[in-house]
């Protein structure tokens, strides 16, 4: 807003003076005064004097009016040209469309100011002529605008069904294109004013715009540059009125295409304002034992992160989580979107990114916690000691590097491999995930690949540093049914051959059946259960599990599951105190509003209904 | 590789033709007569008939494009109408001198303007951002020669450490060549740098959410080195397909620097040809500059080739 009202005041006062130049200027901005030449300014003269001794305020303001006529009369010539033959070869197409596009590319391909020195070398010199120059000039970007809007137009039903019940073309292009060029019209005007404003001073400048003695602000900074080194304060004012116009107008220019181009992204809703959060409840550090085991690879303890950002409450996402995996085991992290599961993933990782902050909590890795490494340190450990699958491949992989050169840079890098070795154990590695023609496919760029080979590929660079824990963020959802399986299978085989510990986070409680030893049910940023996937599946306890399990189509487990919960997760900020789940559970009761701890041993639950155990003995 | 460049060559040869015909129609359209031109009031009827004849002006205009385009073909753009020089000559003899002034003032645009636009993409919002946003928007407002006339009262002028006008040849001296062209340099590159920085902040900005950055990143690759070169590289796509046009943009901003820093160039020529109507150079020099915009187009497509794997024929 403030942008706005310094670009209207500055517009605003310019065209005051190019209107008001006869009665406000103080002096006549021809009269010469020889006996008064190049001052330095004074009370008498504002800003001085020129090489004629003529005041440079008033030139100043008649320069103005210059600016003014000028910018108008080459936009207004632009827009006159450009606007119907742009509109006249878009609807007729064919031929004349053909021609007038080449001839309008072999225009834009000669820089602009030696299009408008031929042009002037035609016409001559002088204000005018040297406007309809500029206005030739930049008529081929309004061209080129309109005949884009009248293709796209052109295709459009309303246009055809309009032509069905014999309205005229011209009604056709009238009625139904012309609201749809206004818009980008408005803000490519202002563009062109600005562009107009800079290119009318240059050819002032170089003496083939407006000439001697006529006051423009080129014309002015001509003068001055032949006496630079007597009175360089000669260039001042004609150069800041220059760039303040062309500021302002750009400026303009810049608000209007974003409103613009808000109107349009208008129809989507507007995001959420950050809802209150809901109060956290002191609890015990004791809150989620969880026993330790000798062959631990990765243990995170009652990790707390939330959404941190500056000037608002934090809102938490992530609460007391707390996970082991064992050498050679494959954990399932299991939930809705939204549940917290990929953000566990990336915290292990460390790359919360900036608005995201882990405030309790530890993770530990090989019994060395790395949650507070610095940020060498932490380099250091991903690839080699964590290493993570992300759910789309084909978006995983860097699409400017071949596949293999990915995988190779990670073997340079982090294993300090020469580029002959690693570029063999790339081709080792790509052969080891089931691609055939390794050699040749190491040469492949990414959009080259499937969606299943390419995933084979970010398994094979996740690899590829043998790293200890392996994280799978939703490694399947992304490709076709028929190769989910194969994917599955391979993640099977490699965690068999390379003994890594591995996290598979996925929505899809058929497919953890699939790969995994233990699963970890997450809802709303915490844990809700977790036991063997055989005692899962048996005997699911938490209603959330159970609504997941029995969303599972009977029979064939590969397909997706059935939204049988109704409702979704609820959004970080918005969680209820106590359960999490109650607004959608079936087996609410009144003490599911307190906060609910995660118990037992080997299996544990978080939910009033299994709570009695602990119950017991804190009342016994 | 091969076949990009001969494809792109190939879809050359049309533009080059139309700007040919283009050029040769607008400068038919000169309102003087070159013989009025030449030969002033003075000569009788028969010397206008002969020179008139010897300059082929009697013939068709088809005819005497074909000739002028069956001479440019084999380098010839004919004689200037004032100073009997070749055009040729008079133009490979400038082109050094902006082509020099042209590239060096890119190279401060793409450095300056690549720079600026990462530091503000990397962290959006932040005060880096804002004075390189500021900056940007400044920099398209202001008139290079401007900036010139200001650079030459500062660092020429005042302070003394470079020259305020002329060109030195690389050949001659290659410090004083480096001397005589950084001010001007600066002044063209300006605008354009600001124009960079914009589209490389904003490809920068939507580069580094992308997947494949956090995937390096989740591989253990240093900061430095993902930005520098994974998600630089990704960044460029957009900006390289622009550039050629920047380029353009700062060999017609050349033609007005130049004039700054009264160096001798392609647009003192060009001046001095439009005021005296000299056709023949006015061709010539169009023609040129087009070939050379043509040639930085195609560079700039094969960049664009190497950075973008999916641009390439397969
Ligand atoms: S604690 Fe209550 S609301 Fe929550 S899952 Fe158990 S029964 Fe349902």
Redesign the interface.
């Known amino acids: 807003m403030l942008i706005v009202a310094f670009a209207a005041t500055v517009l605003g006062v310019l065209f005051l003076l190019a209107v008001l130049a006869d009665w406000v200027s103080p002096y006549d901005p021809l009269q010469q005064d020889l006996m008064s030449a190049l001052q330095w300014p004074s009370s008498a003269h504002w800003l001085g004097t020129d090489d004629l001794g003529r005041d440079v305020l008033s030139r100043l303001i008649y320069g103005c009016r210059i600016a003014v006529i000028a910018t108008a009369e080459a936009t207004a010539i632009a827009l006159v040209i450009g606007v119907p033959i742009g509109l006249f070869i878009g609807y007729r197409g064919g031929w004349w469309d053909w021609i007038v596009m ?2 309008v ?10 299009v408008a ?6 016409l ?2 002088g204000l005018h002529r040297a406007m309809i120059a500029l206005g030739i000039l930049f008529s081929t970007s309004f061209l080129r605008l309109t005949r884009g809007v009248v293709l796209a137009e052109r295709e459009e039903v309303y246009v055809r069904s309009a032509r069905v019940v014999g309205a005229s073309e011209t009604r056709i292009l009238l009625r139904h294109i012309f609201p749809n060029i206004a818009p980008p019209l408005i803000v490519q005007t202002t563009l062109t004013v ?1 562009a107009v404003l ?1 290119a009318e ?2 050819l002032s ?4 715009g407006i000439q001697p003695p006529q006051a423009s602000w080129g014309t002015m ?1 001509n003068t ?2 032949a006496f ?2 007597l009175n ?1 304060f000669l ?1 001042i004012p ?2 800041v009125a ?2 303040l116009t ?2 302002s107008v ?2 303009l220019g ?1 608000v209007l295409r974003d409103s613009i181009g808000r109107g349009i992204a208008a129809a989507a809703p507007p995001p959420a304002s950050a809802p209150r959060v809901a109060p956290l409840l002191a609890r015990a550090p004791s809150d989620s034992p969880q026993s330790s085991r000798s062959d631990e690879m990765l243990r995170i303890e009652a990790l707390d992160i939330v959404i941190a950002m500056p000037g608002a409450t934090e809102i938490p996402v992530i609460t007391d989580v707390s996970l082991a995996i064992a050498k050679g085991e494959t954990l399932g992290l299991v939930g809705e979107s939204g549940s917290g599961k990929t953000l566990t993933g990336l915290a292990i ?1 460390g ?1 919360l990114g900036p608005v995201l902050r882990m405030t309790h909590g530890s993770i530990r890795l090989n019994g060395r916690a790395i949650h507070d490494l610095d ?1 060498k340190a932490l ?6 000691e964590v ?2 699958v ?3 491949p084909t ?7 071949t596949v293999g050169s990915q995988i190779a ?2 073997l340079r ?2 294993n300090g491999l020469s580029a002959e070795d690693a570029r063999r154990r790339t081709v080792q590695l790509i052969d080891r995930v089931g691609i055939p023609r390794a050699a040749e496919r190491a040469q492949a ?1 990414p ?1 080259e690949l499937s969606g299943g080979m390419a995933q084979r590929i ?1 398994i094979a ?2 690899l590829s ?1 043998n790293p200890s824990l392996l994280i799978a963020d939703e490694p399947t959802t992304a490709l076709d049914v028929t190769v989910q399986q194969e994917i599955l299978d391979l993640f099977r085989d490699l965690q068999d051959e390379f003994g890594m510990a591995m996290m598979f986070v996925t929505h899809d409680l058929a497919v953890a059946a699939d790969v995994c030893n233990r699963i970890a049910v997450m809802y709303a940023g915490e844990v809700v259960e977790t036991a063997e996937v055989d005692a899962l599946f048996a005997d699911p306890r938490h209603p959330y599990t159970r609504g997941l399990l029995s969303a599972l189509p009977q029979g064939s487990s590969r397909n997706p599951p059935l939204p049988i919960i109704p409702g979704s997760v609820p959004r970080p900020g918005t969680w209820p105190t106590g359960c999490r789940f109650q607004n959608r559970c079936d087996r609410r009761v009144e003490a599911c509003e307190a906060r609910i701890p995660l118990v037992g041993a080997e299996r544990m639950v978080r939910c009033v209904h299994y709570q009695n155990a602990r119950l017991k003995a804190v009342l016994s | 590789m091969l076949r990009l460049v001969a494809q792109r060559v190939l879809a050359l040869v ?2 080059l033709l ?2 040919s015909v ?2 040769f129609s ?2 038919s ?3 003087s007569d070159p013989v009025d031109l030449i030969l002033g009031e003075s000569g009788t009827q028969e010397q206008h008939d002969m020179l008139r004849k010897r300059m082929g002006l009697d013939q068709p205009v088809q005819v005497r494009y074909a000739a002028w385009l069956g001479k440019a073909v084999r380098g010839d753009l004919g004689t200037s109408f004032f100073s009997s020089v070749s055009v040729t000559d008079a133009v490979l003899q400038r082109l050094p001198v902006t082509l020099s002034l042209t590239a060096f003032s890119a190279l401060i645009a793409i450095v300056v303007g690549v720079a600026a636009g990462v530091a503000a993409a990397l962290k959006p919002q932040s005060l880096a951002d804002r004075l390189a946003t500021l900056g940007a ?2 920099g ?7 900036f010139g ?2 650079l ?2 500062i660092f020429a ?1 005042g302070l003394r450490w470079f020259p ?1 006008t002329g060109f030195v040849r690389f050949s001659e001296s290659p410090s004083d060549w480096l001397r005589s062209v950084t001010l001007p340099s600066i002044a063209l590159g300006l605008s354009a740098s600001a124009a960079i920085a914009r589209q490389v902040r904003s490809a920068m900005v939507g580069v580094l959410q ?3 950055i ?10 430095s ?1 993902v930005i520098l070169r ?1 998600a630089l ?2 960044a460029m ?1 957009p900006v390289v397909a622009v550039l050629s ?1 920047q380029i ?2 700062l ?3 050349a ?2 620097v130049e ?2 820093f009264s160096i001798n160039g392609l ?1 003192t020529l ?2 001095g ?2 005021r005296q ?1 000299d056709i023949p150079m ?1 061709q010539g ?2 023609l040129v ?2 070939a050379l ?2 040639a930085v ?1 195609l560079i700039t497509d094969i960049i664009y080739g190497l ?4 641009a390439r024929p397969s």
């Not at chain 1, 020195?117 to 035609?122: D, P």
């Not at chain 1, 400048?205 to 083939?208: A, S």
């Not at chain 1, 380099?379 to 080699?384: F, I, L, N, T």
């Not at chain 2, 956090?214 to 900061?223: E, F, I, M, P």
């Open positions: 080449r001839v590319e072999a225009l834009v391909s000669i820089p602009g100011i030696m020195i031929v042009i002037i070398a035609i001559g010199p600005g800079l001073a240059g400048f170089i003496g083939l900074l001055a540059a630079m080194d360089w260039a004609p150069g220059i760039i062309v500021l750009n400026l810049d990782l790359l940020q380099e250091a450990v991903r690839g080699s290493a993570m992300f759910q789309d978006t995983s992989l860097n699409p400017a590097f840079e990670v890098i982090k760029y959009h970010a660079r996740a540093c | 049309p533009l139309i700007v283009l050029t607008f400068t359209l000169l309102p928007t400044f398209q407002a202001v008139p290079n020669f401007w006339l200001i030459v009262a002028v305020a992308q997947d494949y956090r995937a390096a990143r989740a591989q253990g690759l240093s900061r080195r994974h590289t990704n796509v046009f353009t943009v060999l017609g901003g033609l007005v004039q700054v647009g060009a001046i040809a439009v109507q006015l020099l169009v500059m087009v915009v043509v187009q950075l973008n794997p999916k």
